[in-house]
């Protein structure tokens, strides 16, 4: 095949992810988080390989993202790594020829495990031109499509079944956990969650083969975040191409959607730093 593929593995859509205590590292229950994401990782990498694509980019994407271990990694194997970076959860993915969405999950109106849309801190919701309440599958989806990079495969939180199916029905969904509250979930043992991971990686690959797999395009490139506190949206409009809607909501307008993309990940850090002065 001799073709790139990319994979964006988060972690609150992994199974038996649950907790703030499995989050970040230094949390009581992190060692469970890095362990799981690396066999997931090595699992989807070696299928990719063992299927004929020559290399395999994988950004780690959650967190400070240095949450997969990189002495496991199979020949073949490039790392992105690190915090803040262009492009957040899709660095690396520029060439390939399609993207896996490990470990995605819920937005909060969905009422997923974990569920949050970048920043549980200081968003509440992002809303696009044809779609309300996105999760990060469906805003990262759209900025690969711009780049020309389509997404074959989406494995995480149930709840995202629908939203896939509805904009992208090309992809093909693995359920990782399914929810059964906010903070907890039921998920399959984790080798047969691999099982289901190297099938629906084998159906991606046929479904790209046969042309069905397309990039996803925006039908307007603008982005609607809704804050948390006034705050972070007083900060926000301090930013070029950014709208204020109201006290909590704005609008990113610049002219390309992956502009806009990159602005939401400047906005969430300056609505961190207003936490600082309040």
């Known amino acids: 095949m001799g073709a790139r593929a990319f994979i964006s593995i988060d972690a609150e859509g992994l199974p038996f992810i649950v907790g703030r205590y499995h989050l970040m590292p230094g949390d009581p229950l992190f060692s469970e988080l890095r362990e799981v994401s690396t066999r997931i990782t090595v699992a989807v990498a070696s299928r990719l390989l063992d299927r004929g694509y020559q290399e395999v980019v994988v950004a780690d994407s959650h967190g400070s993202m240095v949450n997969v271990d990189p002495l496991k990694m199979p020949r073949g194997v490039r790392i992105v790594r690190g915090y803040p970076r262009p492009t957040s959860m899709i660095a690396g ?7 896996f969405f490990l470990g995605y999950h819920s937005s909060p ?4 495990v974990l569920a949050h849309t970048y920043s549980g801190r200081v968003i509440q919701r992002v809303n696009l031109p044809d779609a309300r ?15 020309g990079v389509p997404v074959a495969l989406l494995a995480g939180d149930e ?8 904009h992208a029905p090309w992809v093909v969904f693995v359920e990782l956990q399914r929810p059964i509250g906010s903070t907890a979930g039921i998920a399959r043992s984790i080798e047969e969650v691999i099982e289901d991971l190297e099938r629906g990686v084998d159906d991606a690959i046929a479904r790209i083969e ?6 996803l395009k925006p039908r307007e490139p603008w982005i609607e975040v809704e804050f948390k506190r006034p705050w972070h949206a007083d900060a926000a409009s301090l930013f070029p191409c950014v709208e204020r809607l109201d006290g909590l909501r704005v609008r990113l307008t610049c002219e390309r959607y992956l502009d806009n993309f990159k602005m939401l990940e400047g906005l969430v850090l300056a609505a961190y730093a207003t936490e600082r002065l309040v």
Request: glycine share 10%; proline share 2%; charged share 30%.
């Open 93 to 99: 993915a520029e060439g390939s020829k399609a993207a």
């Open 109 to 112: 109106a969905r009422r997923g």
């Open 133 to 147: 309440d996105v999760t990060e599958f469906l805003l990262n989806a759209y900025a690969l499509g711009e780049l």
């Open 159 to 166: 709840t995202l079944r629908e939203e896939a199916a509805r």
């Open 210 to 215: 046969s042309g069905e797999v397309k990039p």
